[in-house]
């Protein structure tokens, strides 16, 4: 059984929590699809956590733009990759510095293992396009499902929408509502799966989200976590405030 994380951008307490949670379940490997880092207070323990715990890591839009430019990112989170960076370059380990920096820089873009697939946008550019359900797109036509699941031969697993959501072939889309939800994949369909975010969910739900994936059926689970403490530490440190607000909010 594969743990997928996604989207845990700085927030110790709800990987902490998530961590907990798999340690629980017969997880055989933890997977993370990008943005370890970004919006929240904990970049470098989250990194450290996520280099310690997951079999890869795959560059998300924020690792992207912290080894190179923001670019397409609100000046809310603009300022807080600027803040992230800050926050690296402040430490003072210089073989711990080096050995993130290191793994920040090497960062693959996708995974494909047989006919499944791990990217943290899309199929069609896994670093940066965003994939929504269809009741959260005015934009979702049947063309653009056939479009985005072009390459993928049976499963594609993403992030980066910090949305929970199961999109098929046959152009049905299923959205978790139960803190723990499961699906089971038709072989002969196509399905593109989003682990949804463990540290800036924006279902409107404000609870940590992760998957689990045993080669046949998907479980999203929805944790609930110390998201006040997050916000307090957003706050302090001198992030934006929304990023602080949206923790309660689930947005
Ligand atoms: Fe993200």
Redesign the pocket.
């Known amino acids: 059984m594969q743990a997928i994380v996604s989207?845990i951008?700085g927030n110790l307490e709800a990987l902490t929590t998530v961590l907990e949670d798999i340690e629980k379940q017969e997880v055989d490997e933890i997977l993370c699809l990008g943005?370890v880092v970004?919006y929240g207070p904990n970049p470098i323990e989250c990194l450290d956590l996520a280099m310690e715990h997951f079999k890869w890591v795959l560059c998300?839009?924020?690792e992207w733009a912290l080894v190179n430019q923001p670019v397409g990112f609100s000046p809310a989170a603009k300022r807080a990759i600027e803040l992230t960076r800050e926050l690296f370059e402040k430490e003072t380990d210089p073989v711990q510095a080096e050995r993130r920096k290191e793994f920040l820089f090497n960062l693959e873009p996708n995974v494909e293992d047989g006919n499944v697939m791990y990217v943290h946008g899309s199929p069609k550019d896994p670093i940066m396009d965003y994939v929504f359900p269809e009741q959260y797109s005015r934009f979702w036509t049947e063309e653009k499902v056939d479009d985005l699941l072009r390459t993928v031969e049976w499963v594609c697993f993403c992030?980066?929408s910090?949305v929970p959501s199961i999109i098929s072939s046959t152009y049905e889309s299923f959205v978790p509502t139960q803190d723990t939800e499961s699906y089971t994949l038709d072989p002969d369909k196509v399905y593109i799966i989003n682990a949804g975010?463990v540290g800036?969910p924006r279902d409107r739900n404000n609870k940590a989200c992760y998957a689990l994936w045993d080669g046949k059926t998907v479980t999203h689970r929805r944790l609930a976590y110390d998201h006040e403490t997050t916000a307090a530490k957003i706050r302090a440190i001198g992030f934006d405030e929304k990023l602080a607000s949206r923790l309660a909010e689930g947005t």
């Open positions: 989207d951008h943005d970004g998300g839009n924020h992030g980066h910090h975010a800036q």
